[in-house]
């Protein structure tokens, strides 16, 4: 294990010596657009969840330098999730809001083009919006079953268009996946279970420049 530490250490090391004349920097404020289809059992009984369309927004920052094709980029996301699904006798919606942190580490393949791959965190804020047949009831997240934090894995694909100098259209495709699981127990059964998907796009226009060390 101290081998290990050591070989990562010394290859952090280099890449950064190496790197160190060109470090770029990107801001980046998006606009977001979620769609979210958990899956998830109550009481014994899977209920299937299908995607409404949630708009927010957020910032991504981003960091890389000019000579490997690295990026690591983090940022602030507010997500809001809306699903809905078709019991017997209504159409009922839910809607809560997620706070995302992401952190993705990704490999560009030229300066228009990456993939990325990574986890992010979340808590909710506010309330949950339960809605049947559109008459809506606010509640806390317990009384609604879901706890009020989530981690899980993020897959990425990105591709910016350069505008004008150091200004870029960022159009962003991601997945999410999560691995908690948010059911709250009470009310449930001890075998339930909530698990987050989504797939989600962020459009937004990035400011990228440079530092010297």
């Not at 969840?49 to 602030?76: A, H, Q």
């Not at 809001?80 to 078709?86: D, L, T």
């Not at 992401?102 to 309330?127: C, E, K």
């Not at 009831?137 to 899980?152: N, W």
């Amino acid at each position: 294990m101290t081998h290990w530490r050591t070989l990562i250490t010394g290859l952090i090391f280099l890449s950064l010596s190496h790197s160190a004349q060109a470090l770029t920097l990107e801001f980046e404020p998006v606009l977001t657009v979620n769609a979210a289809a958990p899956s998830q059992q109550l009481n014994g009984s899977t209920l299937s969840w299908t995607s409404k369309t949630g708009f927010s927004g957020g910032v991504f920052i981003s960091v890389g330098t000019e000579n490997i094709p690295l990026v690591l980029e983090t940022g602030l996301i507010q997500l809001k999730e809306s699903s809905e699904r078709v019991t017997p006798s209504s159409l009922l919606t839910r809607e809560n809001t997620q706070l995302q942190i992401p952190l993705l580490l990704r490999y560009q393949f030229d300066d228009r083009f990456g993939i990325g791959v990574g986890a992010y965190t979340s808590f909710s804020t506010g309330s949950v919006l339960t809605s049947t047949n559109q008459s809506g009831t606010l509640e806390s997240h317990a009384t609604a079953g879901m706890q009020d934090r989530d981690m899980g894995l993020l897959i990425s694909a990105r591709a910016s268009i350069p505008i004008v100098s150091d200004f870029r259209f960022v159009i962003d495709g991601r997945y999410q996946h999560g691995l908690s699981n948010r059911a709250a127990i009470p009310p449930g059964l001890s075998g339930d279970y909530f698990n987050t998907r989504s797939m989600q796009a962020f459009l937004g226009v990035g400011w990228v420049f440079s530092t010297e060390s």
